[in-house]
């Protein structure tokens, strides 16, 4: 039995987005993305690939796919961070280490090839997008736009080499908790005069939101670790993916003064429904997945929670967390996600666990040197 790592050429993106849904067809909690999504986030005219390339690989074993991964040159990464680091991500693999070996080895290759001296990931291809290898949290399905895999790949990659380089952490919060009491007087003084108000957003005026969004954005995370700015038109991709699906109480903007300040953006758990869809929506799967995102959807994730560095410190995180569980209260969720935060920011950590945040599952970024 012999393994072969091949290089795909663009015409065999297909099977490269087929391949985990053949591994997990049948796995309780694994999630998969809607396939035409994932061939848009991979289509060399995505924004990303702007600023990015990419080579995608899949190991047989006697001629049948046995695991697949992209390497990932990001500039944008490299000129923000100063470094020349290559990113691997889209990884997945049956238990087979020589097949995990041989990806891994044909992913440092390239990258190698390309002047980098150091290999991180996973990441999807980048950290605005999914990233992060579960290595806790193993008994429920991940929330919508976050990633799920097996117990054994932590052994696959850390047998090639690879260590641990950062730990993300998903928080999870009965939403019939409630506010803590304790925090209602910060928020109290906080908008008692009247100069810090919460928005949410108009759907009319969309476009008005998105921009306020990006102008927090890049502001709110310019210093976390891993963070790249969003490019215009790669926020301008994402806003048209959400467009179709945001509602008021998913996207709320904190002011101060009148000016964008922070904002926090919700989404239900749209993997419920996407469970049965299988990758697809089809005359198959169509009812069931209507079906779940009517009646079966009760929980949901905060994505993101961001402060613009000029007014930090005055508590506008504790205000856009009241509004998060009022607003999940509104939508009937049972529970939430605040994910993911890094494992040393302290800040936003202890504020989710002041008000009953506790950690259910965690993802970590592993990297390697790679330079002769």
Known sequence: MSIEIRELPAEALNEFIDYPFALFRDHPYWVGELKKDIRHLL????????????????????????????????????????????????????????????????????????????????????????????????????????????????????????????????????????????????????????????????IKNLDAAIADLKDIYNSAWEKNWGFIPMTAAEMDDLAAALKPMLKPDYLYFARVDGKPAAFVMMLPDFNVALKAARGSLNPFTLLPFLYRMLFKMRAGRMLTLGVKKEFRGRGLEMLLIKTAIEAGKKMEWVHGEMSWTLEDNTQINNSIEAIGGRVYKKYRIYEKTIHS
């Open 43 to 202: 289509d060399n005219a995505h924004p990303f690939w702007l600023h990015g390339e990419r080579a995608l690989f899949m190991a047989y074993r006697d001629g049948k796919p046995a695991g697949r991964i992209a390497a990932i040159v990001n500039r944008a990464h490299n000129s923000f961070h100063s470094e020349n680091c290559g990113f691997f991500g889209f990884f997945d693999c049956a238990e087979d280490h020589e097949a995990a070996a041989g990806l891994f080895a044909a992913a440092e290759k390239y990258l190698r090839a390309k002047g980098m001296d150091l290999i991180r990931g996973p990441v999807n291809p980048s950290t605005n997008e999914t990233c992060g290898l579960l290595i806790e949290g193993f008994d429920s399905t991940p929330m919508v736009m976050m990633p799920y895999n097996p117990p054994y790949y932590a052994g696959l990659i850390e047998a090639v080499g690879y260590a641990k380089a950062k730990d993300l952490l998903a928080y999870t919060m009965e939403v019939a908790q409630g506010f803590p009491e304790r925090f209602e007087k910060l928020v109290k003084r906080i908008t008692r005069g009247g100069n810090v108000t919460v928005d949410f957003v108009d």
